[in-house]
């Protein structure tokens, strides 16, 4: 089977990309930071010596920044995808509104020629640890059709440019818009961010901020048995419907004993987004007993 064991570590500013044949043969492409938020898949070595139908795999870990380099809010990344969203097992499913198929369609392009393509169920997840700037997690595979000898890429390295899918799903960073091009994301904000100012979004509403009162996002029982978290409202909007903004009122369920809580925000609808930022967004103060050092919190968005 492809992909069993070839997947690549992802690292900051690079990524993989690998192609299979139908006997199983891959072809390494690597991926450079050719600008910020820009990455650029330059194929190293492929053997065009038959026609063969090949899967081609994308993986990258990419920094989410706005304007100036700084940290994109979760707002920002969340409002410019049209979404229907789905709660499962403590995590929060957010399903592209367009990505209703289990197949979407790609194109890849080299030296002004066009290679079509189905795509399988793509997978990206936004990735917040100890503060630092949030990271897109992005996993992409697909099976390239049949193309012939002549116009498949030469030996020598040729840039190709990352896949377009979903044209109406973008993840927006800064003033610039991205092609998602993936089926669903999977957010889980846990407990490793440390205590920092609330993230601000354009227009006076704020992101999820969870700060823990706990040194390195770890329980220690001995020193702080109890914790609590500030939990900062959201909203999602697609500039035409009513804004929706998590307000006053959380419940928490125990996922897992021991290990794993649910946190649960309620909606608040604004017909107006001025309203909402009139209003401010309502700080959540969350206390629960902690129990050991792999306590975790689990956020439902909506």
Same mark, same amino acid.
């Given at each position: 089977?492809? #992909? ?59 920094? !989410? ?5 700084? /940290?994109?809010?979760? =707002?920002?990344? !969340? ?5 229907? /969203? ?19 369609? #790609?194109? =890849? ?5 066009? #290679?079509? +393509?189905?795509?399988?169920? +793509? ?8 503060? *630092? ?10 099976? %390239?059709?049949? %193309? ?6 030469? &030996?020598?390295? &040729?840039?190709?440019? @990352?896949? !377009?899918? *979903?044209? *109406? ?5 800064? &003033? ?12 889980? #904000? ?9 993230? @601000?979004?354009? +227009? ?5 901020? /969870? $700060? ?11 020193? &702080? ?37 649910? %946190?649960?925000?309620?909606? /608040? ?8 930022? $009139? ?7 969350? $206390? ?15």
């Amino acid at each position: 089977m492809p #992909f069993t064991d070839k997947q690549t570590a992802l690292r900051i500013g690079t990524s993989s990309l690998v192609l299979v044949d139908a006997e199983d043969i891959s072809y390494s492409v690597k991926t450079d930071k050719a600008g910020r938020n820009i990455y650029r898949n330059t194929i190293s070595k492929i053997q065009p010596d038959r026609v063969v139908r090949r899967y081609i795999e994308l993986s990258f870990k990419m920094p !989410l920044c706005g304007r100036g380099d700084r /940290v994109a809010t979760h =707002l920002e990344i !969340l409002k410019a995808c049209e979404c229907k /969203v789905n709660f499962s097992d403590g995590k929060t499913v957010i399903t592209p509104t367009t990505g209703s198929s289990d197949t979407v369609q #790609f194109e =890849l392009y080299r030296a002004g020629k066009k #290679f079509v +393509g189905s795509a399988g169920k +793509g997978s990206a997840k936004i990735e917040i640890k100890s503060g *630092n700037i949030p990271y897109l997690n992005y996993t992409f595979t697909a099976l %390239i059709q049949d %193309i012939q000898d002549a116009d498949l890429p030469d &030996e020598a390295p &040729e840039a190709i440019a @990352t896949p !377009l899918v *979903n044209e *109406n799903v973008k993840i927006l960073v800064g &003033e610039t818009a991205y092609p998602v091009t993936c089926e669903s994301f999977e957010l889980d #904000f846990g407990l490793d961010v440390k205590p920092r100012a609330a993230i @601000t979004a354009p +227009g006076g509403i704020a992101g999820i901020v /969870v $700060q823990e009162r706990v040194v390195q996002g770890k329980f220690n029982p001995d020193a &702080e048995k109890r914790a609590t978290f500030d939990v900062w409202g959201v909203y999602l909007g697609n500039g035409t419907d009513p804004i929706v903004v998590d307000a006053s009122g959380p419940t928490m369920t125990v996922v897992e004993p021991g290990s794993r809580y649910k %946190i649960t925000l309620p909606r /608040v609808t604004y017909t107006n987004v001025s309203d909402a930022v $009139q209003d401010g967004i309502v700080v959540d103060e969350i $206390q629960f007993e902690a129990t050991g050092v792999d306590d975790e919190f689990t956020i439902e968005i909506w």
